[in-house]
């Protein structure tokens, strides 16, 4: 099944004082693992643009549609059996002693 995985900041990090494991450690762990399809990170909220159509009228305005301290920052898409496996997978990412990660299932739009 597939997962989308927001990677967030967060305002309350992890006060742990052991170093945050290496992302690209991770990165390649999962990519080899065939878990990790594919991922980014993304650029500063100040390049954001968030579009809406009312009334036949295309809105365009700067930044991120919500204003909160949390922000996505990157995301992965995996594969993987259950969201027991997304959730194991989710809890080695960097981010998630740092920020905070949400994972979501691919909707099945075949489902009845």
């Not at 997962?3 to 991770?26: A, G």
């Not at 993987?80 to 739009?109: S, T």
Request: proline share 7%; hydrophobic share 40%; net charge negative.
């Amino acid at each position: 099944m597939k997962y989308l995985m927001f990677v967030c900041t967060d305002t309350e990090p992890d006060t742990d004082p052991t170093p945050e494991p290496d992302v690209n450690l991770w990165v390649d762990r999962h990519d080899a693992s065939g878990q990790r399809l594919m991922g980014m990170a993304l650029a500063p909220k100040s390049t954001a643009t968030t579009v809406r159509v009312r009334d036949g009228q295309t809105l365009v305005s700067d930044g991120p549609f919500a204003e909160t301290k949390e922000l996505i920052v990157g995301f992965d898409l995996l594969e993987c059996a259950d969201l027991d496996e997304a959730i194991e997978v989710a809890k080695a990412h960097p981010m998630a002693r740092g920020g905070r990660i949400e994972i979501r299932p691919q909707a099945d739009w075949d489902r009845s």
